[in-house]
């Protein structure tokens, strides 16, 4: 560890903490409907949309009735992306002439189920497959409108906790046409000005070609990357315009910029517990959640910063200089970029993971066992640890309900969060709910580890684009190491897509019809069959009448109550997941301390 | 004479013992019961109702019949794979003997009710005609006689006479109590005795129905339903069953990738599986559930008080606020005097003499203490008068004064206008200083009364509401507890209000009628409340039946134990702070034990875990806590997993007391409760198995069993 890892790791701290008020204030404004800032501006536009698309504002929608919208609006979505997708042969602003060949079904389908549920998940190569077109209307669009639906339900869940007695939980297109239009918009058009200020290009012009230093002639891929850089990290999306993501020069150019994305991955997030707490008309309630959450975090990014520093000892014996004790860069810096180093790269890939954006400035695969597992067990604790834009907040609250009802039997009362009290609706939806991202994730690992793909289906199993002499047969032939980290590489992969991250621990081949649809399911139950206990269970907590908080209740404001809720949160998510982590990270640091080699 | 009752003999302890204390809880009859009903209670269709021990029965059976195989076929490790499947049964037979333990004090007691219910025969009444028929005979209706000697044959109102009737049968509170005709007190009960005198009952309840049937019918937990705070945490202990019945199914296909990669070891067995699968899902608390909820209803039951469900007694533990009447409940029943204020240039002394010697004859509790307070205070002896010459005056509604007539001089005391009429009436004259004094009294919630002897005034006597000892003591444990308490009474405000301040109620309700209690009670609930409280009267029926937790008394009319969900035998109105107590440690016992339960499956993991990939995963052996410590060559895999399921099964045993005996409550606050709990069940959760399996892990070794 280095002052200067310290230092960027405490600034980073500040600056999160700092924007969470006025960021968290000005989203509660926005999604009450009172005026703010920009309503002079804005105002207008947004009623003019409502107008076209015939949508009341005072409607009300029930928990049914806003999940049905939430549903129907990404099964649109996703359709127009996997169109799009296939077609985009056919269509202007492809210079490179990108055709179907390049977005068969089955990578078209998993990538437009990647990018509806905000997970991100490429199994492609972007530049080498995807035309300018495709990248502005098909995905940065889903960037957007994924990120608006995900804050849309965080606060309708919300609402089940503020509102007293009501039928409604808040109006679907209301709160997503208002998160794209206050909330998104005003941030991203600066951010991605700043973008290219710093260097990210922003041009429809073809590609630029350049001498290389020996000679060779190179050619530098640009692109409207700036415009789809803004609205990947601010929305937690994290697909990049190329594959090297933000460790490409053109998508993360500077100490500067690297330093701005990692912040703006966990701004909204961070400050959606200020607006929870705004919305239940106690700010504390916010704090509790925020300081549970960075709790996790703050363990999380110690673990990985620690074991990427100290290295692989099997290295550190043979003394290169690189690895020599103190010496900046020193532990491992596999798959790291050199522009970046370790503390910003740890911090990187920690919080890429905790929230649910998957955008990566190193190669998670590439990780000490120990530094992966902390990136791993960020996905496996479904992504409660800031979290998705929206995602976070309400996958939190799903664990809170869980913790506060053994907390709350435990000090002699019925348990209640914010005055409500929690009954076996609740619970079945929230343990429902817990229960399908584990279901999803356990069991498609399970089965990419003995999938047998006979060899009459082997096409099942070959690489999109590849020659049938390299069909891979079974399922688990994907994995690019053998054993524990092999193993590794299956349960990333599965969690990431379930839990939406759409980080890659890399290594996997996973452009091959089975991974591409399987992946493709494991996203859309990840996202959706989470979201529709939530929004039952928030339905049923909004009709509820609150119980006066007295000296008897638990207070959910303190302390002891964001200890007690990252607590759960570990203990659930180790608990789930101690023999496949056992099997695939703990096993394989094992094995490092034994020095033994692969 | 003298009466030594002052308030603080007359007060409830803080803590309440149960009359019907058990003497020992693994009382030798009880627990050789329990032991049979643990295998009866075997039978699947009964385990099916608990989901966590319905899924280590099937476990149980599938490695029974594995093992049954092996014997046939010769198994590898028969000594391993035998004591697995015994282990995983006797964890489903340590649940069913929680369960019948919990169930063991009330199905005795549910006997001796019976006896008295089979034998008894009835007198019916049919216009003049008397005919004797069983009591099971008789219908709603029904009018019968009873006489001394005689059982009441059901539940009834008595609808002429008046007889004393002993209720220990019910109540075990042995001193009589009288029933009669008309007003509150028209209540009786089947199965209880008439000791005097002869009464006509007609009967409101069929057979089957009767007090004696529904208290046999809770004793016996027979008709218990599950309260909804047992059906949530049955849905989180079931989700938390499937999530890791899922998360050891996929640990084969896991394992397989393992093995096939390192090309070393074997995928677990069924009977390690099953091993790791009992461990991790929450047996303890699945185990105990229904054991801590009979438990819960038989202390209720243990403080004499009725319970008509579960969910009461739950609903007690939640309640916000307590409306608790004023007489009987936060005061003696009675005022009593308190200080002497003589007029100005009168000696206290004389003051005392002269309401001393007015009071010697009045034997009513006001009066007495006016006798006492003379004695005690102001040092006066108590005298005999009984000389001949003294006159008695006893107290009339007309004068509104009692007192004496002795050696001449007339002695009275009586309410302050009844005096001052006297006094002038023999042509004295009141000085004005004895209506301050007077109004002063008053305006501090006493009530006044003044002396004099002959025309002239002496002073005034304080008499005040007493309340009871420790009082202020309980409401501070309720305010602490976040409930709070009202005090419904029929006095002006300014009476109520000192009276209030005094007990350290938190609100009062004055000049209270039954519609006003009503608006208290619906006002408090529209607020999300949950409101208890007290009551004894038919017109308190409506209240009672409004109240989340209803406590009707015993000596109460029909209509309000009908109202209430509970019945307190003793008739004693604090009796409902026991039962807030028990609600919630009703509550905090589940909470407590479902706590431990998960916190148990970390230490679990780090045993079974590297036992399970010994060969695939050598390394992993280095979080095993059994590699530690000495003897630590000795343990083995099959050691270690046998440790860790032994562990599981006797940690039920062991955690039966808590479960009967509930989590200890005390009034400290939510937040203190918290902290407290998850310090000793959480993190002792965590901890207690390691030092527990690694000790079961090397007496295994030690025995040769592993």
């Keep these: ?211 290389g230093l020996d000679g060779s002639r190179q050619t530098l891929l640009t692109g409207p990357v700036a415009s789809q850089e803004a609205i990947k990290m601010l929305g937690t999306n994290g697909g990049g315009f190329f594959n090297a993501n933000s460790a490409h020069p053109f998508e993360n150019p500077t100490p500067l910029t690297n330093f701005v994305q990692i912040v703006s991955i966990f701004a909204i997030p961070a400050a959606l517990t200020c607006t929870f707490g705004r919305m239940v008309g106690n700010p504390r309630q916010g704090w509790a959640i925020f300081g549970a959450m960075a709790a996790l975090f703050l363990c999380g990014l110690a673990v990985c910063y620690q074991a990427e520093t100290a290295g692989v000892p099997a290295v550190r014996d043979i003394r290169v200089a690189a690895f020599e004790d103190d010496a900046p860069g020193a532990g491992n810096m596999e798959g790291k970029e050199v522009r970046f180093g370790i503390a910003p790269s740890a911090l990187f890939a920690t919080v890429t993971t905790a929230a649910s954006c998957g955008a990566v400035n190193s190669m998670h695969d590439s990780y000490t066992p120990l530094g992966g597992m902390v990136a791993l067990l960020n996905i496996l604790c479904d992504e409660t640890v800031f979290g998705g834009v929206g995602a976070g907040l309400f996958g939190m609250l799903m664990y809170a309900i869980v913790a506060v009802f053994i907390a709350g039997l435990m000090v002699g009362r019925t348990p209640e969060y914010l005055g409500k009290k929690i009954g076996k609706y609740e619970v079945r939806m929230a343990i429902l709910a ?141 608990l789930e997941y101690f023999p496949a982590l056992a099997l695939g990270p703990i096993a394989e640091n094992l094995q490092m301390l034994a020095r033994q080699a692969f | ?100 333990m919990a169930e063991g004090r009330g199905k005795a007691q549910a006997e001796a009710l019976r006896k008295t219910k089979t034998l008894t025969m009835a007198r019916r009444l049919t216009g003049r005609h008397e005919e004797r028929i069983g009591a099971t005979e008789l219908r709603k209706g029904d009018l019968v006689v009873c006489e001394a000697g005689d059982v009441i044959p059901g539940d009834g109102e008595v609808t002429d006479g008046i007889a004393s009737v002993d209720e220990s049968a019910i109540t075990g509170e042995s001193a009589p109590v009288i029933r009669e005709s008309g007003g509150d007190r028209d209540s009786v009960t089947g199965g209880t005795k ?48 499937i999530i890791f019945v899922l998360a050891v199914a996929s640990l084969v296909p896991f394992a397989a990738f393992g093995v096939r990669s390192a090309g070393v070891g074997a995928l677990p067995s069924v009977f390690l599986l099953e091993a790791l699968l009992v461990c991790l899902i929450p047996t303890t608390i699945g185990g105990l559930l229904s054991a801590i909820g009979i438990a819960g209803m038989d202390r209720v039951m243990q403080h004499n008080v009725l319970a008509m469900s579960g969910k009461a007694v739950e609903a007690a533990g939640d309640v916000n606020t307590l409306l608790l009447d004023k007489t009987g409940t936060i005061t003696l029943g009675n005022r009593q005097a308190v200080e002497l204020i003589p007029l100005p240039g009168v000696e206290v002394d004389a003051l005392a003499n002269a309401a001393q010697l007015s009071s010697l004859a009045d034997e009513t509790p006001e009066g007495r203490s006016i006798a006492v307070l003379a004695k005690e205070r ?84 304080y008499l005040k509401d007493i309340v009871k000892g420790g009082m202020r003591a309980r409401f501070d444990q309720f305010r602490a507890m976040g409930i709070r308490t009202v005090m419904i009474t029929g006095d002006n405000p300014l009476t109520a209000a000192s009276i209030a301040d005094e ?47 209803g406590l009707a008394m015993n000596s109460g009319t029909q209509a309000a134990k009908e109202a209430g969900n509970m019945v307190d035998l003793d008739s004693n109105p604090t009796k409902l ?72 099964a006797l940690i039920i045993i062991a955690l039966i007391p808590i479960a009967l005996r509930g989590v200890p409550y005390r009034p400290v606050g939510a937040s203190a409760l918290l902290r407290r709990n998850l310090f000793v069940y959480g993190l002792g959760g965590m901890l207690v198995p390691f030092p527990a399996i690694w000790l079961l892990d090397r007496l295994l070794v030690l025995l040769r069993l592993a």
Excluded at chain 2, 529 to 540: E, F, H, I, P
Aim: hydrophobic residues 50%; proline residues 6%.
């Design chain 2, 194 to 241: 008439v000791l005097s005198d002869r009464i006509v009952v007609r009967i409101t309840s069929n057979p089957g129905e009767t007090f004696i049937d529904r208290m046999i019918g809770l004793v016996e937990g027979a008709r218990r339903q599950k309260t909804p705070n047992e059906v949530a945490l049955t849905i989180l202990l079931a989700g938390t069953t």
């Design chain 1, 1 to 211: 560890m280095t002052g200067h890892g310290i230092l960027e790791i405490v600034l980073f701290c500040l600056t999160v903490t700092a924007l969470t008020k006025p960021l968290g204030v000005y989203m509660h404004r926005v999604f009450e409907g009172q005026p703010t800032a920009l309503s002079r501006a804005i105002g207008p536009v947004e009623r003019v949309i409502y107008r076209l698309l015939g949508v009341r504002e005072s409607d009300d929608m029930r928990w049914t009735q806003y999940s049905f919208a939430l549903l129907a609006f990404s099964a649109v979505g996703m359709l127009l992306t996997y169109v799009l997708l296939r077609l985009q042969g056919a269509l202007p602003l492809n210079p490179r002439g990108f055709g179907g060949g390049q977005m068969p079904p089955d990578l078209a389908f998993g990538t437009a189920a990647s990018f509806a549920t905000n997970t991100n998940w490429q199994s492609y190569v972007p530049e080498a497959s995807v035309s300018t077109l495709s990248n502005m209307l098909a995905l940065t669009v889903q960037n957007w409108t994924s990120a608006a639906a995900g804050m849309a339900v965080a606060v309708a869940v919300c609402r089940g906790f503020a509102r007293h007695g009501s039928a409604g939980i808040g109006n679907f297109w209301v709160d997503l046409i208002r998160a794209c239009l206050y909330i998104l918009l005003p941030i991203c058009i600066p951010y991605a000005l700043f973008l290219v200020w710093q260097g990210v290009p922003q041009t429809f012009a073809a590609p630029v070609v350049a001498a």
């Design chain 2, 378 to 461: 102001y040092g006066l002896r108590g005298r005999d008068l009984h000389d001949g010459n003294a006159e008695f005056v006893p107290f009339r509604a007309q004068t509104r004064m009692s007192g004496v007539n002795l050696g001449g001089s007339q002695i009275r005391k009586g309410a302050a206008e009844a005096v001052k009429r006297h006094i002038v009436e023999l042509g004295g004259s009141v000085p004005p200083e004895l209506d301050e004094i007077t109004d002063r009294i008053s305006s501090a919630g006493g009530t006044p009364l003044a002396v004099a002897v002959d025309d002239r005034a002496l002073g005034v006597i």
């Design chain 2, 577 to 648: 702070i026991e039962v807030v107590a028990i609600g919630k440690q009703l509550l905090m016992t589940r909470g407590a034990l479902t706590t431990f339960s998960i916190a148990n499956d970390i230490s679990k993991y780090f045993c079974i875990i590297p036992a399970m990939f010994a060969v695939t995963y050598p390394e992993l052996g280095a979080i095993n806590f059994l590699r530690y410590g000495p003897g630590s060559a000795l343990s083995t895999p099959n050691s270690a997993v046998l440790a860790a399921v032994i562990f599981n």
């Design chain 1, 434 to 574: 817990l229960l399908i991202l584990f279901a999803t994730a356990a069991s498609w690992t399970a089965l990419a580890c003995t999938m047998p793909i006979p060899p009459s289906a082997a096409a099942l199993n070959r690489v999109n684009g590849s020659s049938p002499a390299l069909d891979l047969g079974g399922a688990s032939n994907n994995v690019g190491n053998p054993g524990a980290h092999g193993f590794s590489e299956l349960l990333y992969a599965y969690a990431s897509q379930t839990g939406n991250n759409g980080s890659a621990f890399a290594g996997l081949t996973a452009n091959t019809p089975y991974y591409n649809l399987t992946g493709g399911i494991a996203m859309l139950v990840g996202r959706f069959l989470m979201i529709i206990p939530l929004l039952a269970m928030s339905g049923s907590l909004a009709r509820k009448q609150p119980t006066p908080a007295s000296a008897g209740s638990l207070a959910t404001d303190t302390p002891t109550f964001a200890f007690l809720l990252a607590g759960v949160v570990l203990v659930v998510g180790a």
């Design chain 2, 1 to 100: 004479m003298g009466n030594d009752e002052t308030g603080a003999a007359d007060a409830p302890e803080v803590r309440a013992r149960p009359r019907r204390a058990p003497r020992t809880l693994f009382a030798k009859q009880i627990v050789h019961r329990a032991a049979a009903d643990a295998v009866r209670k075997l039978d699947p269709r009964l385990v099916a109702r608990n989901p966590v021990m319905f899924v280590v029965e099937v476990g149980s059976i599938i490695t029974l019949l594995l093992f049954i195989r092996e014997l046939l076929t010769g198994g590898r490790d028969l000594l391993f794979d035998g004591q697995i499947t015994a282990w995983l049964w006797f964890t489903v037979l340590f649940a069913n003997f929680a369960e019948a």
């Design chain 2, 503 to 549: 007990a350290g109620v938190d609100g009062f309700l004055a000049e209270a009628t039954p519609e006003a209690k009503m608006a208290l009670i619906r006002a408090e609930q529209s607020g999300g409340k949950l409101v208890a409280m007290t009551g004894d009267g038919t017109n308190d029926a409506p209240a009672l039946a409004q109240a989340d937790v």
